[in-house]
Structures are given as C-alpha cells and as structure tokens.
C-alpha cells in the first residue's frame, strides 16, 4: 500500500455484500480510489450478483471517491441496466455526495440520504 506524503496511509476498502428481498445490498467502507477499486468491482459484477441484477451501494463509511470510483459505479449501472436490472446510492457522506453531483453521477444513477430509501424507492 502506498502512503501519502502526509504519512497518512488509507485503510482498504471494505466491501460486505447482502440479499435483502432480491436486492444486493452492497456495504462499502473506506476510501474509493484507484488502488482501491478491486473489492467493489467484484462485488458489482454481473456473475457476483446472479439472478440478482438489483442492487444497493450503502455509502454511509465512504470518506472519499475519486474518479476510478465514479467509473466503477457508471460501468455497474450500464451492465445492470443491461441485464435488466438498476444500480442504486445510499448514504453518501456530504463530501462523497457533493463529487457525485459535481460529475452528475446523481442524475443518470438514483442517490438516496438512506438505506432505508434506497430499497423503499
């Protein structure tokens, strides 16, 4: 793992995957960036889901995102969306949810404020 200049050394990502109600409810904590992608694109992946081309990204421990996470979710959204399913958002911290409406992640994959929300919708 590379450390900053800083000496701060970011904890891996942490990726738990869960069905609830034919959803995959993706649990991700940590930072997202380009020496972190791995987990979440394993678990995002079409063969991982199954029959299950539902799912929920819970965002709620995500400190940050850079643009290979932006990358990773709108190429989950289009191999979902082809399989006839859909990718959803939860959570987002403010700093996290602020890059996604700056790119507008948030207009072509739905963000929820929760869980909750996210499998209500």
Not at 78 to 91: P, V
Not at 93 to 109: A, C, K, P, Y
């Amino acid at each position: 793992m590379v450390e900053a200049e800083n000496g701060h050394r970011p904890e891996p990502l942490e990726v738990v995957s869960t069905a609830t109600d034919g959803v995959t409810v993706v649990t991700v904590a940590g930072e997202i960036d380009h020496t972190s992608t791995g987990p979440l694109i394993q678990a995002l992946d079409l063969g991982a889901l199954g029959a299950r081309p539902h799912a929920v990204v819970d965002m709620r421990h995500v400190t940050f995102m850079d643009s290979s996470g932006i990358n990773v979710l709108l190429a989950a959204r289009l191999d979902l969306a082809s399989a006839g399913g859909w990718l959803r958002l939860a959570g987002a911290q403010d700093s996290v949810m602020r890059t996604l409406e700056i790119v507008g992640v948030n207009t072509v994959i739905p963000c929820y404020p929760s869980l909750r929300e996210a499998l209500a919708a």
